[in-house]
């Protein structure tokens, strides 16, 4: 055997030895490390959020009320695609609000927002100054944000046309993301989103108000980061009577 035959012999052996290795460290390494750290379900988020009190649980109540109509056609909704179901009892609890986290995820997803979107505050360049929330959390994201649901596979994405939205809770209101998501430019001038109108409709008064799959996108959207946040004034002064 010639020398450098050996030499490609070797090469060739390190080198499926290093693919193996590099595999191994990638993926199968992880899955034995985090196998025994519960991952939540969509329905221990919504029961989280509600326990909390969150804003993610008091703007879920907001839409409701500001939306009844649309609100009964959101709990008689049904998909295959994020499972959702008639919901008998209508009111906002905890099995209303996983439906609409489970379907707004869902046409997130469908969207391709994520294209536009990332869900990651990194540790560089000053990102909690851009995209944390003054005054409430400076965090980078951590890694139980991330054990659930809803971001399996990760929705951490790479481009940032548009803001960061993992910390997008406290940001604005529901009628302001309401009316961005049926016309950006109409709170953004000059935004390059494109508008989503197919999550509206007219209701009995002529109003243009979210459809049942809009009630859930605005719920998600809203949902994103509530975990972060203070829970609202009315439950801290409930808190501070006891
Ligand atoms: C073509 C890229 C693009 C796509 C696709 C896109 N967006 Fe945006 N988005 C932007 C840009 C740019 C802004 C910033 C200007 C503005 O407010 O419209 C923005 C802003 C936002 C904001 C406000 C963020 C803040 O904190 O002010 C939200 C919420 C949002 N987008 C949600 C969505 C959702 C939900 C979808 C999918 C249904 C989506 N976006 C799809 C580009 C995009």
């Not at 035959?5 to 899955?31: K, N």
């Not at 997130?108 to 869900?119: K, M």
């Not at 001038?189 to 459809?211: A, H, L, Q, T």
Request: with cysteine.
């Amino acid at each position: 055997m010639g020398k450098m035959e050996r030499f490609a012999f070797v090469a060739l052996v390190a080198g499926i030895i290093f693919f193996l290795f590099a595999d191994f460290v990638s993926w199968a390494l992880p899955m034995f490390v985090l196998k025994d750290i519960p991952k939540k379900s969509i329905m221990d988020l919504a029961k989280e959020a509600k326990a909390k009190n969150t804003t993610a649980w008091s703007d879920f109540k907001k839409i409701a009320m500001a939306y009844p109509e649309q609100f009964k056609k959101f709990c008689e909704y049904e998909e295959p695609f994020s499972g959702a179901k008639k919901v008998s009892n209508c009111t906002p609890n905890e099995e209303t609000l996983a439906k609409a986290l489970a379907v707004g995820h869902r046409w997130y997803v469908a969207e391709g927002c994520w294209n536009c979107h990332s869900q990651m505050v990194r540790p560089v360049s000053n990102e909690t100054l851009r995209f944390g929330i003054p005054g409430v959390s400076n965090h980078v994201s951590y890694p139980s944000e991330y054990n659930n649901e809803l971001q399996a596979p990760v929705l951490w994405g790479t481009k940032r046309v548009g803001q960061d939205l993992i910390r997008e809770a406290a940001v604005h209101n529901l009628g302001w993301q309401a009316a961005h998501l049926y016309k950006p430019t109409s709170t953004s001038p000059g935004s390059v989103m494109p508008g989503y109108p197919w999550y509206f409709e007219k209701d009995s008064k002529g109003r243009i108000v979210p459809n049942e799959r809009g009630i859930a996108l605005l719920t998600y959207i809203m949902w994103l980061g509530s975990w972060e946040v203070k829970p609202p004034k009315d439950f801290r002064l409930e808190a501070a009577a006891k």
